[in-house]
């Protein structure tokens, strides 16, 4: 997903949605316990499950890349567990729910019943926002996003039985009919797409799916680059400065990731934004402190970085070996989060 820039703040969209997600879904909770006498105790034992999440999500960057935040420890600012994080923390916070549950006590049943309802209807909210924010899918996804959340409705009307069996036989019911929705309309979908799809990518613009715009600009090395005179080739082109922390941070991650890509493999050029550095000298001395490899073009006008509308620092386009963008990014990215980025121009 992409992110939006809001002056000196850089949100993901992934992020918001997420957020926005958890949200919905502690509010069905909150519907479901509605008059109960565990509503508050497990209300709070959830609310101390999501800031477990957040905590070991962020934190768990230290698991996968110590060696990056013992040499920099300010990255922990920029930087997270990513999607191995993501598993982390969900795992975590799943098993202290569980635990505060014994703890206190609480109605096995109900409190089973209101976790699965509350998993439904923050999924809910997830697809229906993801459906939202690429309108593109609504053919193969809308169905599915329908059931979800008509499911969501019914399991909200009714009450758990006595017994477990109850909320989990919702849930497999549940289980089979998205899962059958889901297949029916991916088949349809992939007749259907093809010569549209790529009729709807024509165009030099901005945006995923677009031809990114063309340049050319020397380098610090003397030489001179031209974006399009590498197609055939995954190319992802850093916009950055010597002045920029982040970018800083990000750099090393960068030359990394370069130096280990095989011959033929995804190229950076890390485009600086020259016009706003003190000088060209400053450029070259952080280049050597960093041993970077990979093409560094000066934008010495300022042109590029206007023609790509870069308004925070570092920002990263990920463009196929047609020259289409297939992923942007607004803020520092990791070596994991390259290779992931690299992955969708494959």
């Keep these: 997903m992409e992110t939006w820039v ?20 502690y509010g069905v909770l909150r519907l479901r316990l509605r008059g109960s006498g565990i509503g508050r105790p497990m209300g709070e ?37 990513g999607e191995k994080g993501v598993w982390l923390a969900s795992i975590v916070s799943g098993l202290y729910i569980l ?29 229906a926002l993801i459906l939202l924010l690429d309108p593109r899918e609504f053919g193969s996804r809308l169905p599915s996003v329908i059931v979800v959340l008509a499911a969501a409705a019914l399991w909200l009307r009714y009450r758990p039985g006595g017994t477990l069996q109850s909320p989990l036989r919702r849930a497999a019911l549940l289980v089979t009919a998205f899962a059958l929705v889901s297949t029916v309309t991916g088949h349809l979908a992939d007749r259907t797409t093809g010569t549209d799809a790529v009729l709807a990518e024509v165009g ?40 920029c922390p982040p970018c800083r941070t990000e750099m090393p991650h960068m030359q990394a990731y370069h130096a280990a890509q095989p011959e033929g493999g995804p190229l950076i050029l890390a485009v600086n934004a020259t016009s ?16 970077l490899t990979f093409p560094v073009p000066l934008d010495k006008e300022g042109k590029v970085t206007e023609l790509f509308g870069i308004h925070s620092y570092p920002t990263t386009y990920v ?13 520092p990215m990791t070596f994991e989060m390259l290779e992931d980025a690299a992955a969708k121009a494959e």
Excluded: C, H, M
């Design 204 to 243: 030099v613009g901005l945006k995923t799916g677009q031809l990114a715009p063309d340049f050319e600009l020397g380098t610090l090395g003397g030489e001179s680059v031209k974006l399009s005179s590498y197609r055939g080739r995954t190319v992802i082109v850093n916009f950055w400065a010597t002045w």
């Design 6 to 25: 809001l002056g000196p703040l850089v949100i993901s969209q992934y992020l918001l949605v997420l957020f926005l997600s958890a949200a919905a879904g």
């Design 99 to 127: 635990y505060a549950a014994e703890r206190r006590q609480l109605d096995r049943i109900l409190y089973s019943d209101s976790l699965l309802l509350a998993l439904l209807g923050g999924y809910a909210a997830y697809a």
């Design 319 to 331: 463009i196929d070996k047609d020259g289409i963008i297939r992923y942007k990014q607004a803020g």
């Design 45 to 81: 034992s959830v609310q101390t499950a999501l800031l477990l999440w957040v905590l070991v999500w962020k934190l768990s960057i230290l698991l996968w890349e110590p060696q990056s935040i013992l040499d920099d420890p300010v990255s922990l600012l920029y930087f997270n567990g």
């Design 276 to 291: 706003t550095e003190v000088s060209e000298p400053v450029v070259s001395s952080w280049s050597e402190t960093w041993k």
